[in-house]
């Protein structure tokens, strides 16, 4: 078992771009001369306005458009614009939108330059399949904070046919910058400003609830953002409160939380969204309502293996100071139970229409894709996933 900060490399090259009114500085990031083609979901970025401030700002470019990237974009959808790439040689991809637009455009970039069937990119997971040796370059505007992917090179992509969520990382797919409004959010319907705050808190608890190695300036960062959340998630859902800086923090921690410098030297603990990659496969339920249904169920069943990072977690983010290291875990658990639920998240499988003929299912498709050794310690079996999902559904709060 590692028991002290591992040795880690990190570079991260993507430009931010933060602010009011940044949108207009698009033709200072985006190289002179380049043939952009601009990517976009289902049309929140033509109803908003959005889409028509980066048409102005990149008027002086040669441009194109691409929308209808799903929520959990698809490889179909993807696969139509790496089409379109190369029949009208656009060296330059703009993805507009949230996780899903930035994350199916990190796929259109990297197949529309790899060598061979773009399928090979995917294996059962992270780091299996074919390497990415290059890509073309990626900017983006970002319409909600949640995943991160405006500042990392991760992106997880839907295979509607095959009910597979697979996820793929390369160097070659980090943006190379992201612009980020926080007054974009503003447009946010309550339902996705809690999954925004709820997606980017379990980001930060599965690189620091696993087992302590001294990772002082890892666990300090993490702590400081889940401190943050915890205080204004309540005011960011409320969806007519155009605060600014409620905003720019919520912007600001969403991308802070999976942008490497977390889980850089620290083990991490990804069965939270491994487990909930599967929800969202069985009945479409949002990423971030999957992760709050899973997350209290993997605190309770990983207590005993978690137990150390429980208790700094306790007394750091809760200030949970009395009692025994147990009372003061339960109580900590309890109050995020209370956080996720003071936000409107599910915190249970039957909250999300999840039932327990469902769970064959979901621990076949952990076998089929690979997913057998989760957890920090990979001693995380199907036999224990069972266990989290079944606590998942019989949990009352
Ligand atoms: O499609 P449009 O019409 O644009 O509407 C979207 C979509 O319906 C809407 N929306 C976005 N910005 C808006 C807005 N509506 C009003 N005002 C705005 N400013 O919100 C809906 C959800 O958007 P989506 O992009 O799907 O949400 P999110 O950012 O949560 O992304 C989820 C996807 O990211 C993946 C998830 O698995 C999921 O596929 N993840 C990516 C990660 C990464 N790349 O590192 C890590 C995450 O853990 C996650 O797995
Ligand atoms: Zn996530």
Redesign the pocket.
Known sequence: MQEEIANFTLQNPTKIVFGKDQIKNLSTLIPQGKKVLIT??????QR?GTLDRVREAISGYDFGEFGGIE???TFETCMRAVELIKKEQYDFVLAV?????I?GSKFIVAAAEFEGDPINIFGKGIGTGEPIKSALPLGTVL??P????EM?S???ITFKEKKA?VGFGSFHVFPTFSILEPE??Y???KK?LA??VT?SFV?IIEQYLTYPVGGMVQDGFAESLMKTLIKIGPDVIKEDLHDYTIRANFMWTATLA?NGILRNGVPGDWST?ALG?ELTVLNHTD??QTLSAILPAVMLVRKEQKFDKLVQYAENVWSITDGTDEEKVDAAILKTVAFLKSIDMPVTLKDINVSSSDIDFLINQLEKHGNTALSERGDQTLEVSRAIYEKALELEF
């Open positions: 976009y979901g289902g049309g929140s970025v908003f929520a959990n974009p939108g949230g996780g899903s637009v994350d319409t909600l949640a995943t991160a992917s990392n991760g992106a997880v969520k974009l959010t447009t946010l319907p996705q999954n925004g997606d980001h999976l969204h990659h990423h971030a």
